[in-house]
């Protein structure tokens, strides 16, 4: 414990922009100590628009300080499981821009690169992470806040559905479009963390959300690159082959209309959500309220627009989301580039505006879309200069799709996910257990039919020793309940929706049917059992254990 608490306080001390306000030493030591829960031996960075409880809310402007005397829920709920919070980062101020720059307290640089930025606006959560000062970082995300900063060190950021993750507690920036996110070194540690946070959601799941996406997914893709800097589009080909290789289908589609919305977030009305959260106090502030003037304009500029303009822009958004979206058809996911440079310091103190433009460009349309997104690492660049940039690639999916993109994401790190429920069943998203015997085992041709209903495996099981499993003339075998004389069977359980598994109910033919099982563990889940005479009667197969163990037999005994 003393060298990991040691060691965060070093890092914040080689690199004390980062953050805003440092939890006392002693303090943190005493709480990581006595922490209990999942989350327990974690420190949790907090951006600074996001409220911790006797900690200053700053929104990166000292005019605009108050303290809080709670935590936003998301903290709240993070502190629960055990993580420990160390201090509140740095960020662009009200969270407006994608660069890390924009800030009184000092600009962010990039953990490895200082004359780089470290991506906005949760810069400063993303870099405490970056150099072991934090374990979990909580950003915010309207337009790529939390993904831009987490490709460009080399992070794992989770943005999920908007409003599964309460927004209660946090400076807002665009209300309609803003998101808590998470940022860490890998891929599970933030699927716990959006498990925890997504525990306080503002928006309920559907009963036909998606856990798993197909074993063999179709993968979107730009048919053309615009703003990609050189060798930034040979890194995304790169991620583009190890998809391919994974086993995904690879569908290139148009990307203009995604583009054209991105636009809209600050070329159109839209931005006037800015102007008015925090509009009337940056018209009020004083000289010495510590505004930063590329912030103050664009929060200010909002204000010209009207509401029939806004109404106009709102629903341009919605014919180019149908239009999208008809692009992305049948495909589970798409996969774009999570930036498409890395600029230095000063070629964003040079051109703010039109720097910070670009970076958003395969950002800015996620939230005005109402899609969900994983940003995770994709090897590195090598610039034009010698250094080496980090490249990363997010992957998007449709609103509620969050663990189908998580599990893509995996595939694309090469990771096995195992047993290991999504995140959005471990958040309360209403997973239902079905156990399969036969067909419908990983292995067997009818697999495909729970994969496309969004099921999940989840590992193998045993039944309760009270069966007999009979072998039907169509091919597939039934299991069948007895009072006794009854034997233990190979199953294995998926994961899946109540809307699944009524569809999956309602395509079944007869005689098979689901009820519930009783499993060696004294467990009872839903499952298939036959109750017909005609499966009853049929040849007896129990000796085999299981229907693998039948069908080696079979083809073992057919010359």
């Not at 829920?73 to 924009?102: C, S």
């Not at 940056?282 to 912030?295: K, N, S, Y």
């Not at 999504?422 to 067909?439: D, F, I, K, Y």
């Amino acid at each position: 414990m003393t060298d990991r608490i040691s060691a965060a306080y070093a890092a914040i001390a080689q690199r004390p922009e980062a953050f805003i306000t440092v939890r006392d030493e002693d303090t943190v030591r005493r709480e990581f100590a006595q922490a209990q829960g999942p989350l327990a031996g974690q420190l949790l960075a907090v951006k600074d628009n996001v409220d911790v409880a006797g900690l200053p809310t700053t929104a990166a402007c000292p005019g605009y300080a108050y303290t809080p005397d709670a935590d936003a829920p998301a903290v709240a709920a993070l502190r629960a499981a055990g993580a420990v919070v160390i201090g509140k980062t740095n960020l662009d101020q009200f969270a407006t821009g994608l660069v890390g720059t924009r800030s009184p307290y000092g600009a962010v640089r990039d953990a490895q690169r200082p004359d780089r930025i470290s991506g906005g606006s949760s810069s400063g959560s993303a870099v405490a992470v970056a150099i072991g000062a934090a374990d979990l970082g909580i950003g915010t995300d309207t337009a790529g806040s939390g993904r831009v900063p987490a490709a460009y060190q080399g992070l794992v950021g989770i943005k999920g559905t908007i409003g599964l993750v309460s927004t209660a507690g946090v400076v807002p920036a665009c209300p309609s479009y803003d998101c808590v996110t998470i940022l860490a070194r890998d891929l599970a540690t933030a699927e716990n963390a959006m498990a925890v946070m997504a525990a306080t959601t503002q928006r309920p799941w559907p009963t036909s959300t998606r856990f798993a996406a197909p074993a063999d997914p179709i993968l979107a893709v730009p048919a053309e690159l615009p703003a990609m800097a050189p060798g930034w589009d040979v890194a995304f080909q790169r991620a583009v082959d190890a998809a391919r290789d994974a086993g995904m289908r690879i569908v290139p589609i148009d990307l203009t209309d995604f583009l054209a919305a991105a636009r809209l977030l600050y070329e159109g009305a839209l931005v006037a959500e800015r102007t008015e959260a925090v509009g009337d106090f940056i018209a009020a502030a004083g000289a010495d309220a510590g505004l930063d003037p590329t912030v103050a304009a664009i929060i200010a500029a909002g204000g010209a627009h009207t509401a029939t303009g806004l109404l106009r822009d709102r629903r341009e958004l919605d014919r180019l989301r149908e239009r999208a979206f008809r692009a992305l058809g049948e495909c589970d996911a798409l996969l774009v580039p999570t930036a498409p440079l890395q600029p230095t310091l000063a070629e964003v103190a040079a051109d703010p505006v039109a720097v910070n433009a670009r970076i958003g460009t395969y950002t800015n349309f996620c939230n005005l879309f109402d899609m969900c997104g994983v940003a995770v690492p994709a090897g590195e660049v090598v610039e034009s200069d010698g250094t080496t940039a980090q490249f990363g690639v997010m992957v998007l999916g449709r609103a509620f799709d969050d663990a189908v993109v998580a599990d893509i994401a995996a595939r694309l790190g090469g990771g096995d996910r195992g047993t290991v429920a999504s995140w959005p069943e471990r958040a309360g998203a209403g997973a239902l257990t079905l156990v399969v015997a036969g067909a419908h085992l990983r292995d067997q041709p009818l697999a495909g039919q729970l994969h496309d209903l969004g099921a999940r495996w989840d590992g193998p099981a045993r039944t309760a020793e009270r069966y007999r499993m009979t072998a039907l003339p169509s091919g597939k075998p039934a299991l069948v309940r007895v009072p006794d004389d009854g034997r233990s069977f190979e199953v294995e359980r998926w994961s899946l929706s109540p809307a699944a598994l009524g569809t999956f109910l309602a395509a079944l033919p007869t005689p098979m049917g689901l009820a519930a099982v009783e499993l060696d563990d004294g467990s009872w889940e839903t499952g298939f059992v036959s109750a017909d005479e005609g499966a009853i009667a049929a040849p007896d197969i129990s000796e085999f254990g299981g229907w693998r163990a039948y069908l080696r037999a079979r083809e073992f005994a057919t010359p």
